[in-house]
């Protein structure tokens, strides 16, 4: 099946420092892609859509000026974090959508941010 | 989008079969039923959809009623792998549009 890599899979950073998180669509296209936040024990939630070559939409209470979204090509969208703070450790998780098959949306590893 | 509601939490037996309700009363005609998994640490892993027919693939089963509001997925071996947050979501077809998670239901295979 189809295959989205998330690079890295985990990080440490001290608080106040920047960290960019890189999603890209292997095998396909993706001209949507999703940017989604799990804590400890909750379900994931939806952060931002990532279209490529247009600016990000961003969920209700999410900072765009935080959380920088970035979808330059069809395979690649990368989320920055700037200026981390302890609070905005969480698992970040990206999926994306195949053009000629929308029906499935498929979901990189996941990366852990710990900010120190 | 439609909401969903699962149990919590079911144990299965290994190597027996594994049987995941989810209700989705308010569910559209134009709505597919998506199950996918999280094991733990990991991404969301897609297993199986379907619209209103039953559906099989090599992962897993899916029984949707007749009157599409509700559904089973059937894993019909469970192993210790299989050990994951189950999630049921409903949503409209042939759109980009983001998955909705729920709760979920935690899996437990039990040796």
């Known amino acids: 099946g189809a295959v989205v890599s998330q690079h890295p899979s985990w990080v440490i950073c001290k608080s106040g420092t920047s960290v960019k998180i890189e999603c890209r669509s292997l095998?396909?296209?993706?001209?949507?892609m999703f940017w989604y936040r799990q804590f400890p024990k909750q379900s994931l939630m939806l952060m931002a859509t990532?279209?490529?070559?247009?600016?990000?939409?961003?969920e209700q209470g999410v900072e765009k000026d935080k959380f920088l979204i970035n979808h330059a090509s069809l395979t690649l969208s990368t989320l920055t974090v700037t200026s981390a703070h302890p609070e905005d450790s969480s698992f970040y998780i990206c999926?994306?959508?195949?053009?000629?098959?929308?029906?499935?949306?498929?979901f990189g590893s996941g990366t852990q941010l710990s900010v120190l | 989008d439609a909401k969903t509601t699962q149990p919590p939490s079911m144990d299965c037996a290994e190597g027996r079969a594994a049987n995941l309700p989810c209700n989705h009363s308010?569910?559209?005609?134009?709505?597919?039923v998506y199950w996918y998994r999280q094991i733990h640490s990991q991404g969301p892993q897609y297993i199986i959809h379907?619209?209103?027919n039953n559906e099989t693939n090599e992962m897993a089963s899916l029984i949707i009623t007749e009157d599409r509001k509700s559904s089973t997925l059937i894993l019909p071996h469970a192993t210790l792998r299989d050990t994951a947050v189950y999630y049921c979501?409903?949503?409209?077809?042939?759109?980009?549009?983001?998955?909705?998670f729920g709760s979920g239901t935690q899996l437990t295979v039990l040796p």
């Open positions: 979501i409903v949503r409209p077809s042939g759109s980009a549009r983001q998955l909705t």
């Open positions: 999926s994306a959508t195949m053009d000629r098959a929308r029906e499935k949306l498929f």
């Open positions: 308010t569910i559209s005609g134009n709505e597919y």
């Open positions: 379907g619209l209103k």
């Open positions: 990532s279209n490529e070559g247009s600016k990000a939409t961003y």
């Open positions: 095998d396909f296209q993706a001209t949507t």
